[in-house]
């Protein structure tokens, strides 16, 4: 609990220093306020983490990589959009309202998919802390729903401000780190669950409904 709490502090503080430095206009605008929100809640509603943990053998250095990517592509896009786009960027317009939907959808659906696992959901590969393989809820749509929601929240964070550069990085450098956080997940749990994983990952998509089953 103390780590989390440290966390989200740290991101209050960020969130306090752009509110500080950006245009006047930024503070009669939504936009920081909403992505201030998103980000305490996808904190809260999840294992607490540490930045530099390099985390077990079995994870070889994905957790570390996941949370770098989405932090500097984060930083990246908050300080594009208030020291490069401002003002304009504080308009709410239609891309603003596609990007807040985006964001908001990827909140839900990670939120949805670690509160449905439970205490099997942390952030290191263990397939040990799931007694058995659970494929209800978000995962019977998609076999890494929390992927899919980081995704899409993050995403659209950075469409939301119309931060247009930092997008355009994140959307190269998150499907990369995800994808080779995926290929370890899915080899440990086929070795706990060979059968019932098999048959699963031909049925449901792996990050998209439909699409990525495997035969």
Not at 149 to 161: E, T
Request: hydrophobic share 50%; charged share 15%.
């Amino acid at each position: 609990m103390k780590s989390k709490a440290m966390v989200i502090g740290q991101l209050l503080v960020f969130y306090g220093c752009l509110f500080y430095f950006a245009d006047p206009i930024a503070l009669t605008r939504p936009h920081l306020y909403l992505l201030a929100a998103m980000g305490v809640i996808a904190l809260i509603y999840q294992p607490a983490f540490a930045t530099f943990d390099k985390g077990t053998d079995l994870d070889a250095g994905t957790a570390r990589q996941i949370l770098w990517t989405i932090q500097v592509t984060q930083t990246l896009g908050h300080l594009e959009a208030v020291f490069y786009w401002s003002p304009g960027c504080f308009e709410w317009t239609i891309i603003t309202s596609i990007g807040a939907g985006i964001a908001l959808l990827g909140l839900c659906l990670r939120t949805w998919a670690v509160l449905h696992l439970g205490a099997a959901f942390t952030w290191h590969v263990d397939p040990d802390q799931a007694e058995r393989l659970i494929t209800s809820g978000p995962f019977s749509l998609v076999r890494h729903p929390s992927y899919t929601g980081a995704f899409c929240l993050y995403a659209g964070s950075l469409l939301l401000l119309q931060s247009y550069v930092s997008l355009a990085l994140a959307v190269v450098a998150m499907p990369l780190a995800f994808r080779r956080r995926v290929d370890l997940e899915e080899r440990a749990l086929e070795g706990a669950f060979p059968n019932e994983y098999s048959d699963y990952r031909r049925r449901v998509g792996a990050f998209i409904p439909w699409i990525g089953r495997r035969s």
